[in-house]
């Protein structure tokens, strides 16, 4: 494939936006070479500037459940935009998408919505803080909770890739009332619950983490940090701005099986507009501002066009719930047929598949923790990502991050992107 023109336009923007990208696993470090610049996208397909086309594995890193451009979120955004843009006073669309989002996702009763999960997992954890009076949380290394000074303590993929867990510009003062544990070591937590005892205001996690691959948690892990929880007065905190919406209508906490005290939400909430938003009972919603003293705010918050996209990406999914099952057995046959072409070549890896989050690691042993996923050979990882790449598969670039399927991809989509992974190796 050529790759000029995106080749060009990548050298212009890096005169006028620091490395070229707004956001910086877009610019290929981890994987070497340069991005691709999209022109635009239809189902499940990107093209790039230089008019190739690729299948895409990242869905805009997880929002487009049905893929790009879908009908129903189009039309509801260009009909919204006709009315004006953006007003700083309340619009009954916001209460739609709020009723809409507490029907479909277990214990919680109010949800605020905002820009991004950044903005989500930021005003969240101030939330807990208010509620509970206590200063310190518990974070689990390479999980990633958006890039708030709080959450840049070994934080997984974008941070991580680039080799600086923790990142300059965040205060001691802020690093030391956030504690480290490791994914799915529960003794861990214990301790550092035990030995900061009626100081912890939350314990916040990916539930089912996508920034450091796709890794599972054991149901003794998440059903014991739910007891310590409850048990201490801490809160349990979600972020399910991956999760949400994706892996069943009622996020990790319905597949899991495990009510979490505030939930998080972002991406497929918007369905591809800026949106996050966290929600909880309403007895914790009550302390926010105006209802309480915890202030949060936002000029942009619950805009009508984001708004529009995410009651149209809600409503589909509210309609359309075999989504799920369809998404799963996608993400399945696909899982299947790389596992059986690396195995035949001999190649070491571990796959990690929840519903239709999936990452491929080369390495030997399990990945359960992000010292495990740290592991995977990045020189395969690079060979594989460039690869594919050329023969019209976008995966994400970089080794920590999930793949995320939408429905738009067809089984013969899937068989080009086996059949891709066999050329390679
Ligand atoms: C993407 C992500 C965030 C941050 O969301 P932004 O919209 O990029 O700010 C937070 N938490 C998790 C689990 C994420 O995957």
């Not at 996208?41 to 790039?48: E, H, I, M």
């Not at 149209?312 to 799920?324: G, H, K, R, S």
């Not at 072409?341 to 390495?363: E, P, T, W, Y």
């Not at 594989?384 to 991809?409: K, T």
């Amino acid at each position: 494939m050529r790759y000029q023109r995106s080749s060009a336009l990548f050298a212009e923007a890096k005169k006028y936006i620091p490395g070229g990208v707004n956001s910086p696993v877009r610019a290929f470090k981890a994987v070497g070479g340069e991005p691709i610049f999209v022109k635009e996208a239809k189902g499940a397909y990107l093209t790039d500037e230089d008019g190739n086309q690729y299948i895409d594995y990242i869905s805009s890193w997880g929002p487009l459940l049905f893929g790009h451009a879908h009908k129903p979120v189009l039309k509801a955004v260009v009909e919204k935009a006709k009315k004006g843009t953006s007003f700083g006073i309340p619009t009954e669309i916001e209460t739609e998408l709020a009723k809409l989002a507490v029907s479909m996702v277990p214990n919680i009763d109010k949800i605020r919505f905002v820009n991004s999960g950044t903005e989500a997992c930021m005003s969240a954890v101030r939330l807990a803080r208010g509620y509970t009076g206590r200063d310190k949380i518990i974070k689990f290394a390479g999980c990633y909770h958006g890039h708030s000074d709080s959450f840049l303590i070994q934080a997984g993929s974008g941070a991580v890739t680039f080799g600086s867990p923790n990142s300059p510009g965040v205060t001691q003062g802020t690093a030391k009332d956030t504690l480290l544990a490791n994914y799915n070591d529960l003794e861990g937590v214990k301790e550092l619950v035990a030995a900061n005892k009626g100081e912890i205001a939350g314990i916040i996690l990916e539930p089912v983490a996508g920034n450091m691959g796709c890794i599972i948690p054991t149901d003794e892990f998440v059903k014991g940090l739910r007891q310590i929880c409850t048990e201490e007065g801490i809160l349990l905190l979600f972020d399910e701005v991956m999760t949400g919406f994706r892996l069943a209508k009622g996020g990790a906490q319905e597949a899991l099986g495990i009510n979490a005290d505030i939930v998080m939400f972002g991406k497929v909430i918007g369905g591809g507009l800026p949106v996050g938003a966290f929600a909880a009972k309403a007895e914790i919603m009550a302390h926010l501002a105006p209802e309480g003293p915890v202030y949060q705010a936002g000029t942009l918050s619950g805009n009508p066009l984001a708004m529009s996209a995410g009651l149209a990406m809600l409503t589909e999914i509210d309609q359309n719930p075999q989504v799920f099952e369809s998404l799963s057995k996608k993400t399945e046959y696909l899982h299947n047929g790389i596992t059986e072409i690396l195995s035949a070549k001999g190649i070491a890896h571990q796959i990690n598949r929840f519903g239709s989050m999936v990452s491929v690691h080369f390495c030997e042993d399990p990945v359960v923790d992000f010292a495990s996923s740290a592991k995977g050979n990045n020189e395969s990882f690079k060979k594989y990502f460039h690869g594919m790449l050329d023969q019209g598969v976008y995966l994400p670039p970089s080794a920590f991050e999930s793949y995320f399927l939408n429905d738009a991809i067809s089984y013969a989509d899937l068989d080009r992107t086996i059949n891709a992974v066999s050329t390679i190796f």
